[in-house]
């Protein structure tokens, strides 16, 4: 079947994206002071691949995103276990966190916390774990 | 070192998060988690340890002080569990390799297993109510995948009832976390303990008492007690051997173990209604379950019904709580798992054998497969308790807590059960291994000297766990004081 033309679609796209990954980028940083974090986070980095769906096909998308999902959500739960495992190198209990202020040349002083790469491997596995359930629905026949 | 109680979590978490990336290797998956699984076991055996020279063992998980934080707790009864876990999962690991199929272990078979662990670990040693239920669901939403995983009819049948059921019930346990929190203000189990002690001073409010009972239908759903039990059957009938004797070693285990962690720390103050109510439900669940393991001509159903019978026979020790009958119902608890394990791993040698689980489609096995023919009969000997192996001493103990308890119907309930339970075993030892001697389809195929390897193992530990009673019970005792006087616990935890 051919294809109908999406030309408004396509083109909106194109603007939208953009904003959307920006703003689930923002959202996942503000996570510590604001309400925000990484599943929010995540779910709307999905929820950006899959209005890339909606607009191309599955194997578009893959050629623009080239990447397997399966691994995307195995290498969160890496992070995530391995955060919380660093701390038995330190003969800390379990999880524990650390921060520290950091001076950055145009940030300024910012804290970083260990807590945000928890964060960080959430993030990846609400990606990961999405994208997984609707591309396996989508190519089913 | 500090973090010694969290290891048998982590090491299958990191596990089965590794796993993933090897999903089409099936030797490199094989070696890793067989790797992982005996760490898992030396790090339990540490904890046993540990637990027995030093105590109950707490870590404040995150640094964070006892009742705000999550609480990992390690009595004898969780460490125990996991060592018993941990060998259960290494045996069930051995009988995968040659029994699971290549199409499964492609399909992540072995992480979803390490997962499964993880849950079952996690719930044992958690000291906090609401993180039991997050491991209760880690727990089945792997159990989930291993029972639908290979997707036949009858799995997918299965599932979505087992699904449905444990979708219901851990709503409840939401439900009933948040009535509890509501009146106790508190999730950690040893800070709740102690609220629950300060309002019943003078008898159990009538709101904790439904809250008990609403504990024991949520965790009767999962652990199979009458007439909770209807689900169980049937699913368990549908997985492959390995995790079906995952499922019927641990999973139902794990729900008893609920029970006797929030009866005997929170809900003991009612001893008239909620541990009557106990006491009658475990009662009915034996009876049901013999009814159910005599009435069968099929070898899995059978072995299914028998975990009924052992379920209620836990929670009758557990329900007349008195010392001898929680040690009885600690011990029967440990060998049931091992047992359980070593039977359903036997049945799906006979499946492979004979092509059929219908009994009456075969015979006369014990000609050419004395191997099997005699490590069931000492496990079937062990299921029902004769004297030396390990079913013995926990039903002496648990009877013996029933008369002191002058509860004697009980007692003679039990009793009478392992004579029912041993003509229900005995039923598939005469007439599957004694008769006529025939030859089945696809029998020579059948890898039965590997298989059989993590049965014998787990028999000759039951055996070793009867006859070594006198040098396991000092921990057995450590365990059943912790159950018996809360406060013990309570100062573990909470460092007063």
Same mark, same amino acid.
């Not at chain 2, 009972?213 to 759903?221: D, E, K, Q, R, S």
């Not at chain 2, 009867?466 to 406060?487: F, K, M, R």
């Given at each position: 079947?051919?294809?109908?033309?999406?030309?408004? %679609?396509?083109?909106?796209?194109?603007?939208?994206?953009?904003?959307?990954?920006?703003?689930?980028?923002?959202?996942?940083?503000?996570?510590?002071?604001?309400?925000?974090?990484?599943?929010?986070?995540?779910?709307?980095?999905?929820?950006?691949?899959v209005?890339?769906?909606?607009?191309?096909?599955?194997?578009?998308?893959?050629?623009?995103?080239?990447?397997?999902?399966?691994?995307?959500?195995?290498?969160? %739960?890496?992070?995530?276990?391995?955060?919380?495992?660093?701390?038995?190198?330190?003969?800390?209990?379990? %999880?524990?966190?650390?921060?520290?202020?950091?001076?950055?040349?145009?940030?300024?002083?910012?804290?970083?916390?260990?807590?945000?790469?928890?964060? %960080?491997?959430?993030?990846?596995?609400?990606?990961?774990?999405?994208?997984?359930?609707?591309?396996?629905?989508?190519?089913?026949? | 070192?500090?973090?010694?109680?969290?290891?048998?979590?982590?090491?299958?978490?990191?596990?089965?998060?590794?796993?993933?990336?090897?999903?089409k290797?099936?030797?490199?998956?094989?070696?890793?988690?067989?790797?992982?699984?005996?760490?898992?076991?030396?790090a339990?055996? +540490?904890?046993?340890?540990?637990?027995?020279?030093?105590?109950?063992? *707490?870590?404040?998980?995150?640094?964070?002080?006892?009742?705000?934080?999550?609480? !990992?707790?390690?009595?004898?009864?969780?460490?125990?569990?996991?060592?018993t876990?941990?060998?259960?999962?290494?045996?069930?690991?051995?009988?995968?390799?040659?029994?699971?199929?290549?199409?499964?272990?492609?399909?992540?078979?072995?992480?979803?297993?390490?997962?499964?662990?993880?849950?079952?670990?996690?719930?044992?040693?958690?000291?906090?109510?609401?993180?039991?239920?997050?491991?209760?669901?880690?727990? &089945?939403?792997?159990?989930?995948?291993?029972?639908?995983l290979?997707?036949?009819?009858?799995? !997918?049948?299965?599932?979505?009832?087992?699904?449905?059921?444990?979708?219901? *019930?851990?709503?409840?346990?939401?439900?009933?976390v948040?009535?509890?929190?509501?009146?106790?203000?508190?999730?950690?189990?040893?800070?709740?303990?102690?609220?629950?002690?300060?309002?019943?001073?003078?008898?159990?409010?009538?709101? &904790?008492?439904?809250?008990?009972?609403?504990?024991?239908?949520?965790?009767?759903?999962?652990?199979?007690?009458?007439?909770?039990y209807?689900?169980?059957?049937?699913?368990?009938?549908a997985?492959?051997?390995?995790?079906?004797?995952?499922?019927?070693?641990?999973?139902?285990?794990?729900?008893?173990?609920?029970?006797?962690?929030?009866?005997?720390?929170?809900?003991y103050?009612d001893?008239?209604?909620?541990?009557?109510?106990?006491?009658i439900l475990?009662?009915?669940?034996?009876?049901?379950?013999?009814?159910?393991?005599?009435?069968?001509?099929?070898?899995?159903?059978?072995?299914?019904?028998?975990?009924?019978?052992?379920?209620?026979?836990?929670?009758?020790?557990?329900?007349?709580?008195n010392?001898?009958?929680?040690?009885?119902?600690?011990?029967?608890?440990?060998?049931?798992?091992?047992?359980?394990?070593? !039977?359903?791993?036997?049945?799906?040698?006979?499946?492979?054998?004979?092509?059929?689980?219908?009994?009456?489609?075969?015979?006369?096995?014990?000609?050419?497969?004395?191997?099997?023919?005699?490590?069931?009969?000492?496990?079937?000997?062990? !299921?029902?308790?004769?004297?030396?192996?390990?079913?013995?001493?926990?039903?002496?103990?648990?009877?013996?807590?029933?008369?002191?308890?002058?509860? +004697?119907?009980?007692?003679?309930?039990?009793?009478?059960?392992?004579?029912?339970?041993?003509?229900?075993?005995?039923?598939?030892?005469?007439?599957?291994?004694?008769?006529?001697?025939?030859?089945?389809?696809?029998?020579?195929?059948?890898?039965?000297?590997?298989?059989?390897?993590?049965?014998?193992?787990?028999?000759?530990?039951?055996?070793?766990?009867?006859?070594?009673?006198?040098?396991?019970?000092?921990?057995?005792?450590?365990?059943?004081?912790?159950?018996?006087?809360?406060?013990?616990?309570?100062?573990?935890?909470?460092?007063?």
């Amino acid at each position: 079947m051919k294809k109908t033309n999406n030309i408004i %679609l396509e083109t909106s796209l194109k603007a939208l994206l953009f904003f959307i990954v920006l703003y689930s980028v923002y959202i996942f940083t503000a996570g510590h002071y604001y309400p925000g974090g990484g599943f929010i986070g995540g779910l709307m980095t999905a929820g950006a691949i899959v209005l890339l769906l909606i607009t191309y096909d599955i194997k578009t998308v893959q050629r623009i995103l080239p990447v397997n999902y399966r691994i995307i959500t195995a290498i969160g %739960l890496l992070l995530a276990i391995g955060t919380s495992a660093s701390s038995l190198l330190f003969h800390v209990p379990f %999880l524990t966190h650390r921060f520290t202020h950091v001076e950055l040349p145009v940030l300024g002083e910012i804290s970083l916390h260990t807590a945000t790469l928890f964060d %960080l491997g959430v993030y990846f596995v609400v990606v990961g774990v999405t994208m997984t359930i609707i591309q396996t629905i989508g190519e089913d026949e | 070192m500090t973090n010694l109680i969290v290891l048998p979590i982590l090491i299958p978490l990191l596990t089965g998060a590794i796993l993933i990336f090897l999903n089409k290797k099936i030797v490199a998956q094989r070696i890793v988690a067989v790797f992982s699984s005996i760490l898992t076991m030396i790090a339990a055996l +540490f904890i046993v340890q540990k637990v027995h020279n030093e105590g109950i063992q *707490s870590l404040n998980i995150s640094s964070w002080e006892a009742p705000f934080g999550i609480t !990992l707790v390690s009595d004898m009864l969780s460490a125990l569990l996991i060592l018993t876990t941990s060998i259960i999962a290494f045996c069930c690991l051995l009988y995968s390799f040659k029994s699971i199929g290549e199409e499964r272990e492609k399909h992540y078979y072995y992480s979803v297993f390490n997962f499964l662990l993880v849950g079952v670990n996690g719930a044992f040693t958690t000291g906090d109510i609401f993180n039991l239920f997050v491991f209760f669901e880690v727990m &089945l939403m792997s159990s989930y995948v291993l029972l639908v995983l290979g997707g036949t009819k009858i799995q !997918l049948r299965e599932s979505i009832k087992y699904l449905l059921v444990n979708v219901i *019930s851990s709503a409840l346990f939401v439900i009933a976390v948040a009535f509890l929190y509501s009146v106790v203000g508190t999730l950690t189990m040893a800070h709740i303990s102690e609220r629950v002690s300060q309002i019943s001073a003078d008898g159990m409010p009538g709101i &904790l008492t439904v809250i008990a009972v609403m504990f024991l239908i949520v965790f009767g759903l999962k652990g199979a007690i009458f007439p909770l039990y209807f689900w169980m059957p049937g699913s368990y009938y549908a997985p492959p051997a390995p995790v079906l004797a995952l499922f019927g070693a641990l999973l139902t285990k794990v729900g008893v173990y609920s029970i006797t962690r929030t009866y005997t720390l929170f809900f003991y103050h009612d001893k008239g209604f909620a541990f009557q109510l106990l006491s009658i439900l475990a009662i009915l669940s034996i009876v049901v379950g013999v009814i159910g393991a005599i009435a069968y001509w099929d070898v899995k159903k059978i072995i299914i019904y028998n975990i009924i019978v052992a379920v209620g026979v836990i929670l009758y020790g557990v329900s007349v709580m008195n010392p001898a009958s929680i040690k009885g119902a600690v011990y029967y608890l440990i060998h049931d798992m091992i047992i359980k394990a070593a !039977l359903f791993f036997l049945v799906g040698i006979i499946i492979n054998l004979t092509g059929s689980a219908n009994l009456k489609k075969m015979s006369g096995l014990i000609g050419r497969y004395p191997g099997v023919g005699w490590t069931f009969f000492i496990a079937s000997l062990a !299921l029902a308790g004769i004297p030396p192996l390990s079913g013995f001493v926990g039903k002496l103990l648990i009877v013996q807590g029933g008369f002191e308890g002058k509860s +004697f119907f009980g007692a003679a309930i039990v009793l009478m059960s392992s004579l029912l339970v041993l003509f229900s075993v005995m039923k598939i030892f005469i007439n599957g291994f004694w008769g006529q001697n025939q030859t089945y389809e696809g029998e020579e195929k059948a890898p039965v000297k590997w298989l059989l390897i993590a049965p014998v193992i787990l028999v000759a530990i039951s055996a070793l766990y009867g006859v070594n009673s006198e040098a396991i019970l000092p921990y057995i005792a450590q365990a059943a004081d912790t159950l018996v006087d809360p406060q013990i616990y309570i100062e573990a935890v909470l460092k007063e």
